[in-house]
């Protein structure tokens, strides 16, 4: 019931920042492999309506965003450890650049460049969750190339990190900055038309990526979406750790509804049973899995007050 089950799909950049984890931490997991676009009806059906790849699923707890992955893992498997001898607030500085600055105009000249690659739903799927209409053709080729300077921007700041007599980004060993940066970079060859020639000028960041890129990925074994939703059905949420809520915070056991900002999807809806400075936990009641507890990191999530719904 203890296993590491992960939800993801083989191009997904995010997904590829979780595997390296395990491969860092040597770790076995479980790899269920889902649609890269909706409906994910398994998916939805284990988290309660949260649709963002990747998921990480322990028995009946299940673990969303890779920013509260990562560190439920660490937390879990601390050696070797994410952070090392590492400030976390730099860290945690650094993977909010790269998930944010450097990823989405990464995303936005791949996606582009690759416009007519893809299968059309994967841009429809994309467009819906921000609520716009699905972009022509047209409209994401001229967005590559407003993003390639974007890109080529931000990219001589980690050539120059690499150039401080460090193997990786902050330290001699890899850690949590390096696979969030790692996961942006990465993309750049993840689709048909590979457009990494951008990294052509900096050969240490070819050099720490291939250090990077030999980590793997650990031990996986296959896993079905339905044993995956079996698992869920036969555990028990673990107990939940003592709470240090804000002040701010609801009472334990006050029904909520919850949601990724910037997203048009739907809300995960159940009664808060963990609240620290980092994580909001929701106990859930489905009627196939039983009780299930949907972890979210706290920053870039919104959570509206709701009335329980009668039996």
Same mark, same amino acid.
Request: with cysteine.
């Given at each position: ?105 990464? +995303? ?75 996961? +942006? ?35 996986? +074994? ?22 240090? +809520? ?66």
């Amino acid at each position: 019931m203890n296993e590491l089950i992960l939800h993801h799909y083989d191009f997904s950049p995010f997904s590829e920042k979780i595997r390296l984890i395990f491969g860092l931490k040597a770790l076995p997991w479980r790899s269920v492999v889902i649609p890269s676009v909706m409906p994910k009806p398994d998916l939805v059906r284990l988290t309660g309506g949260y649709r963002h790849t990747p998921v990480l699923q322990i028995g009946a707890d299940i673990f969303c965003d890779t920013r509260l992955i990562a560190r439920e893992l660490d937390r879990r498997y601390p050696q070797p450890s994410l952070f090392g001898a590492n400030p976390p607030g730099l860290t945690a500085a650094v993977e909010a650049w790269a998930e944010r600055d450097l990823f989405w105009p990464i +995303a936005r000249y791949v996606s582009g460049t690759n416009a007519e690659e893809v299968a059309p739903e994967l841009h429809a799927d994309r467009a819906a969750m921000r609520g716009k209409h699905t972009p022509s053709i047209a409209r994401l080729k001229a967005l590559a190339e407003r993003s390639l300077g974007l890109v080529q921007a931000q990219i001589p700041p980690i050539e120059d990190m690499l150039g401080q007599g460090r193997a990786y980004l902050l330290s001699d060993a890899p850690g949590l900055a390096d696979f969030a940066v790692y996961h +942006a970079l990465w993309f750049l060859k993840a689709m048909p038309i590979d457009c990494s020639a951008v990294l052509a000028p900096f050969p240490r960041i070819g050099s720490w990526m291939e250090r990077i890129g030999s980590i793997g990925h650990g031990r996986s +074994a296959d896993m079905s979406p339905l044993e995956a939703l079996d698992v869920a059905a036969r555990a028990r949420p673990a107990r939940a750790r003592p709470t240090d +809520a804000a002040a701010s915070d609801p009472p334990l056991g006050t029904w909520l509804a919850l949601r990724p900002e910037e997203y048009v999807t739907d809300e995960i809806v159940g009664d808060l049973v963990y609240a620290d400075r980092d994580e909001l936990a929701i106990h859930r009641l489905d009627s196939a899995l039983g009780d299930v507890v949907v972890h979210f990191p706290r920053v870039g999530y919104a959570l509206r007050l709701i009335e329980k719904a009668a039996p």
